[in-house]
């Protein structure tokens, strides 16, 4: 291909459309599709997550890397590829390698930030954010997606942080990042399958338009970072507290028993924690994406009809 025709990215017919009208769009990441929701369920969850999108009149951008190309806003091949595909993890590192070998990767929250942010999407929801895990002081593993939304400039919808990890270390990294978290109508932050971990956060917003009138202040200010809006599960949602925290122990231990390490940690965790609940812990967070992909889309409209 000569360089003049080469696209370091693609944003598909949809998306370009919406974003030039000015018409309200949502980033979907594809790693909770590939590696965070178990076949078959993850496929229907995918397109389940574009019409909750689509009947809000709301355009939909699943991000993924097809064949080493980027994609904002997947059609249905693609869609489908990356729940039957056994891709990678992809997060930012990963991107130029893929380019390089041309090879499909599932994007992580940070990959899927970051390149909505280069696309001009502005509002992105996911199930859970990656953070800092227990033991960090050891390991050192933090998640990318912390530090990627610190230099994306895309609005997160996501019911907090797993519960696997360290919530109030992830916090205070947040913090030093300088990454603001805004709770919806609410400032205890949730803890994913959990409507509240405990932790308490300066910030709540009551509306939509509430957040994109922070996006736009932040946008004024010209800090173009990311920010988080921690939208918990209603509480008759929620996971059994007592049977989350069995589980999660579980998990924990059967995690360290076995080795696991890396960006392996977090797939296996959430698979494990399917497994040893019987499947309730899928059903949850499913209900979780959908809770935020609905507010995602609400966001998204504030933000593209603002004064
Ligand atoms: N939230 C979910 N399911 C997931 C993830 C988040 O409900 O599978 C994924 C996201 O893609 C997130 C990643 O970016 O887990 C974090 O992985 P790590 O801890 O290795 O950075
Ligand atoms: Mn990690």
Same mark, same amino acid.
């Given at each position: ?17 919406? /974003? ?33 999108? /689509? ?30 595909? #056994?891709?990678?993890?992809? %997060? ?22 970051? /390149? ?28 990318? #997606? ?46 994913? !399958? ?7 956060? #300066? !910030? %709540? ?33 929620? !996971? ?12 924990? %231990? ?32 499913? #209900? ?14 504030? !933000?593209?009809?603002?004064?």
């Amino acid at each position: 291909m000569p360089p003049s025709s080469h696209q370091p990215f693609v944003i598909s017919e949809a998306v370009t459309e919406a /974003l030039a009208a000015g018409r309200p769009v949502v980033a979907l990441e594809s790693t909770i599709i590939s590696h965070g929701l178990p076949r078959p369920r993850n496929l229907a969850a995918a397109q389940e997550f574009e019409e909750i999108l /689509l009947s809000a009149g709301v355009t939909p951008a699943t991000i993924a890397v097809l064949d080493g190309v980027p994609r904002i806003g997947l059609d249905a091949d693609g869609v489908s590829r990356i729940a039957n595909e #056994d891709m990678v993890k992809a %997060s930012v590192r990963d991107l130029p390698i893929l380019a390089a070998k041309k090879i499909s990767g599932a994007t992580t929250v940070a990959a899927t930030a970051y /390149l909505a942010g280069k696309a001009g999407v502005r509002v992105f929801a996911t199930g859970g954010l990656g953070g800092v895990h227990r033991g960090a002081s050891t390991t050192f593993d933090e998640s990318a #997606d912390l530090s990627s939304l610190a230099l994306a400039g895309v609005t997160v919808v996501a019911a907090g942080v797993k519960s696997v990890l360290d919530i109030a270390g992830t916090l205070e990294r947040l913090e030093t990042l300088s990454v603001p978290v805004l709770g919806y109508r609410t400032t205890n932050f949730p803890s994913f !399958w959990l409507t509240e971990s405990g932790e308490q956060i #300066d !910030w %709540s917003a009551d509306s939509p338009a509430e957040i994109a009138a922070v996006m736009q202040a932040q946008d004024e200010l010209g800090h173009g970072q990311g920010i988080i809006v921690a939208n918990p599960l209603p509480i008759e949602l929620q !996971w059994l507290p007592e049977e989350h925290d069995r589980v999660l122990l579980e998990a924990l %231990s059967a995690a360290d028993t076995q080795g696991i390490r890396g960006k392996a940690v977090t797939p296996f965790l959430l698979s494990y924690i399917v497994g040893a609940s019987g499947g309730r812990s899928l059903e949850v967070n499913l #209900d979780i994406a959908r809770n935020n992909v609905r507010l995602a889309g609400e966001i998204a409209t504030a !933000w593209s009809t603002r004064e």
